[in-house]
């Protein structure tokens, strides 16, 4: 086997591009538990933008906001609405990753720099993917601070609890019509991914709408990444959609990893979180199609969480609505069981819930 040219640790951050990273900050502390750890803004020296960085677990995301309009972020959220800006990734080396890509075809956003403060060094370089998306490498080895240099550690001026978030499962693309193999090439060729599943438009297809998706994973197989692209249907697709409203390709689900999917899904409702609803007729099948597990069904179907399985073990899932006003961006809720996989089997179901929203939004 060939050595792994881009070795990744992990996801180190996701940052949005929000419109008012204040309020966004809160809704993620109170609803979905993180804790505020760090910032940066011009009570740091910071003049043009404001980023709260918040934590739960493994899991890292920042916040950031324009403090003036016509600049790159205020431009960004203009465009797109709140959404995920850089999908950033924890490596060893950040100038050798930058190089790596760089020589196999990647656009690069910006080269490797070192930044410093009292709490040590970070390396940071950057490349483009899919629509704005960025891809930022992080070398941290030598940083014992908040966040980055540049951040000053804070503490919210409440206690938020956490709900029992964990890591990082994967990140889903939207990608335009006929764009998927262009990035999943992209991350075969130039960042030395491999293709884990194909999902066609029979595999994930209801009477009205149809996708396509590829999953393509690291070495380590610790970074996720599925690519969605529309597929023909009768209406317009839930890709399709998102594209419309997102003014083009970018992230359009993140998926959180929890081991106790009972306790999490019951505290995001109880906080306010808004859920897609399957009808009580998917537990019906979903029984026999599953088999035996360690959670009660009466709990899951109270909380409407979803079940499938392949053939290493199960899975539990569930979908935010989206988090914004535009239908763009969403969460993934997730508890493996053994299982690998996506939940192939409540693609159906779940598509379905998307549609009877759609039609809600008049977009269908
Ligand atoms: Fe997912």
């Known amino acids: 086997m060939q050595k792994d040219f881009l070795p990744i640790n992990g996801t180190d ?14 809704y993620y502390q109170h609803c979905f538990g993180f804790n505020l750890v760090a910032y940066a803004g ?24 324009s403090l003036q309009p016509g600049s790159e972020i205020a431009e960004h959220v203009a465009r797109h609405g709140d959404g995920v800006k850089v999908l950033a990734l924890w490596v060893d080396d950040a100038t050798k990753s930058f190089n790596e890509t760089v020589v196999r075809g990647a656009q690069p956003a910006f080269a490797p720099h070192t930044m410093k403060d009292e709490f040590g060094e970070v390396v940071l370089s950057a490349i483009r993917t899919y629509g704005d998306t960025l891809h930022t490498f992080v070398e941290r080895k030598y940083y014992k601070g908040a966040f980055l240099p540049g951040y000053k ?7 938020s609890t956490p709900i029992g978030l964990k890591y990082v499962d994967h990140c889903v693309g939207n990608v335009e019509l006929g764009k998927m193999n262009t990035w999943v090439e992209f991350y075969e060729k130039v960042m030395g991914f491999s293709l884990l599943i194909t999902f066609d438009d029979k595999d994930i297809s209801t009477e009205y709408s149809a996708l396509m998706s590829k999953v393509v994973s690291n070495g380590n197989g610790y970074i996720k990444f599925p690519i969605n692209e529309p597929a023909q249907g009768k209406k317009k697709s839930q890709i399709e959609e998102y594209l419309d409203f997102y003014k083009g390709a970018g992230v359009q689900h993140i998926a959180i990893a929890t081991d106790d999917i009972i306790h999490t899904v019951s505290e995001l409702r109880r906080r306010g979180v808004e859920f897609l609803y399957v009808p009580e007729t998917y537990y019906e099948d979903v029984m026999g199609r ?4 360690n959670e009660s069904w009466d709990e899951l179907r109270k909380q409407n969480i979803l079940i499938d399985r392949d053939e290493e073990g199960y899975l539990l899932q569930i979908f935010t609505k989206p988090v914004e006003d535009r239908p763009t961006l969403f969460f993934e809720i997730i508890e493996r069981n053994g299982a690998k996989s996506f939940g192939k089997g409540n693609f159906k179901a779940l598509f379905e819930s998307i549609e009877r929203e759609q039609a809600l939004r008049g977009n269908l």
């Open 153 to 159: 550690p804070v503490k919210s001026t409440f206690t």
């Open 290 to 293: 599953v088999g035996e597990i």
């Open 42 to 65: 011009p009570e740091t020296g910071i003049r043009d933008r404001a980023s709260y960085v918040l934590q739960q677990d493994k899991i890292r995301l920042v916040l950031t906001t």
């Open 13 to 26: 951050h996701i940052e949005f591009y929000v419109g008012n990273a204040k309020q966004a900050s809160l």
